[in-house]
């Protein structure tokens, strides 16, 4: 381990160095935010790609690829391309026409200062619950590794809690400090290098591991034989079924033909289009057609690299079937974690320094996440919130002064949140509260993605009270569908018997979307423009 420790080490020193090194070039509110609109479309393109993978992607597109043994996953980039370019042509000119920092100061020009506060506390507590419980993700790790080093002395809850949150406050601080220095520059650099590092780690995963497969790619290929094994493309369609039947399974399947035209190209619209997070990369490009190009790459870019972590979790599914393995992680009832299969190959099979190399890949995802988060809602908090109420010192000195606050504010926050997950999910294994949580810009972005539309493709409707109507009732109709009632019920009263009925499909996380934005727009669109 004292190679990996080595390995892991540079890279922490080597990202810290590049991020400090941009804080004199951000003095002012637009270096600090948008890098006063001088990056590279390449950097951005680079940038977009590592604030989109996290280390849950890291670990669940193998763990997708593990348990369906095929590529229905990718399906759903047919969506992100036809919404990148949705974006690219209507919502990116739209924010650089109205020289916005925070996207959702859009819709106080459009509407007013309440729908500009309502979706943007929208995103502050959707992007804080899902990035706290994302950056406990990658902290499994280290469960694992104690279990299969130290196998006779099993952690207790409080020992993992401590261990998994000593590692998530040291990484979490880490990144805030040289975002909090170095603004949007530094974030943008360090994500080009921690692309690079997480291709780089994903690519020498898929070659060491078809080179232990006995046979190689042929010698799996033997293994996948099943009817749906190394398939593409799912209609999700039941033969001789009523309409309604394959209705019903469409949306209560994740990865179909259907949900890649439509549920997917919804979920991209919002995350892309609406999200401080995402659009904030967009809008350090010089100019609309340099962010719609890094847009629209970072789309096609997203192809290969969906392949080869889909394609290490087919791989990994018939390396195991070669070596049996009885120390898999398991659940009581013996079945395999699919999400924990590929970290588990890493600590167990690969060797010293290239191991260090592949943590240092989910590392880099990681951080490059964290980063653009903690920019993007301490950006959205002090222009959306603090400036409005507390006022904008009259200074850049001490506008930056506030940002660096904002984002130390909310490093704190989502260390809190992540702690939380720690400490519900080590005390109480068997609670779905993961689910609930990582899902939950389903549940949110259908409102803010169906004000939005109404702001960018009507002009004589909606207004400030009727939008926030609107939003709420998108989330309530997303919360019944999606099923976060019975959820919520079963948090706290597990043996509960209490269903929608048969009848009423429960629709998987690409169709919450694209449910809540018509709900939303439809609601907001009924309320006429108020007129000063």
């Not at 650089?96 to 507590?125: C, D, M, Q, W």
């Not at 660096?404 to 400490?423: C, D, N, P, Q, S």
């Amino acid at each position: 381990m004292f190679f990996d420790a080595l390995v892991i080490l540079a890279y922490f020193a080597v990202i810290i160095g590049i991020g400090l090194s941009q804080r004199s070039k951000s003095g002012s509110v637009e270096g600090f935010t948008l890098g006063d609109r001088q990056i590279a479309w390449w950097a951005v393109l680079a940038s977009i790609l590592a604030a989109e993978i996290s280390a849950g992607t890291f670990f669940g597109a193998p763990g997708e690829g593990y348990a369906l043994k095929n590529y229905t996953y990718i399906q759903l980039i047919v969506g992100y391309l036809l919404a990148r370019v949705v974006v690219s042509a209507v919502f990116i000119p739209a924010y650089y026409r109205h020289n916005v920092i925070s996207v959702y100061e859009f819709l106080e020009t459009r509407f007013g200062p309440v729908t500009r506060k309502a979706a943007s506390f929208t995103f502050l507590v959707t992007r804080t619950l899902a990035s706290g419980t994302r950056l406990w993700v990658p902290s499994m790790l280290l469960v694992l590794a104690w279990h299969l080093h130290y196998p006779e002395k099993p952690l207790t809850p409080m020992n993992e809690f401590l261990l998994t949150g000593g590692a998530l406050v040291f990484v979490t601080a880490a990144t805030a400090l040289y975002t909090s220095l170095g603004g949007i520059r530094a974030v943008i650099w360090t994500d080009v290098i921690q692309i690079i590092v997480l291709i780089s780690a994903l690519s020498f995963s898929l070659w060491f591991l078809l080179g232990h497969i006995e046979g190689g790619w042929a010698g799996a290929m033997k293994l996948l034989t099943g009817e749906k094994d190394m398939a593409f493309v799912d209609w999700g369609l039941t033969p001789n079924a009523d309409v309604w039947t394959n209705i019903k399974n469409i949306l209560e399947t994740e990865y179909t033909v259907w949900a890649a035209f439509l549920g997917s190209t919804f979920v991209t619209l919002a995350t892309h289009g609406t999200d401080q997070d995402m659009v904030q990369r967009m809008l350090t490009a010089k100019d609309k057609r340099q962010s719609a190009k890094a847009t629209i790459l970072s789309g096609l870019a997203d192809v290969p690299i969906t392949l080869i972590v889909l394609t290490i979790g087919i791989m990994l599914w018939a390396y195991y079937q070669q070596h049996l393995d009885p120390l898999l992680p398991r659940n009581d009832k013996g079945v395999v974690f699919a999400n924990k299969v590929f970290p588990h190959f890493i600590l167990t099979v690969m060797p010293a320094g290239i191991r260090g190399l592949v943590l240092a890949g989910v590392l880099a995802t990681a951080m490059g996440s964290l980063s653009t988060a903690l920019n993007a809602l301490a950006t959205s908090y002090v222009r959306d919130f603090h400036f409005p109420i507390f006022g904008e010192p009259t200074t850049d000195k001490g506008r930056i002064k506030v940002l660096r606050f904002g984002t130390v504010l909310f490093a704190t926050m989502l260390i809190a949140v992540a702690l939380g997950t720690a400490w519900v999910t080590t005390h109480n294994p068997n609670l779905r509260i993961l689910p609930i949580i990582l899902g939950i810009f389903g549940y949110t972005y259908g409102s803010l993605l169906g004000v939005f539309m109404v702001g960018l493709f009507t002009k004589t409707r909606g207004s400030d009270e009727g939008n926030v109507i609107a939003m709420v009732a998108g989330f309530l109709v997303v919360a019944y569908l999606s099923g976060l009632d019975i959820d919520v019920i079963r948090l706290f009263n597990p043996a509960t018997t209490w269903s929608h009925g048969k009848d009423v499909p429960v629709i998987e996380f690409p169709w919450r979307i694209m449910f809540g934005t018509i709900v939303t727009f439809l609601v907001a669109v009924s309320f006429p423009k108020r007129t000063s």
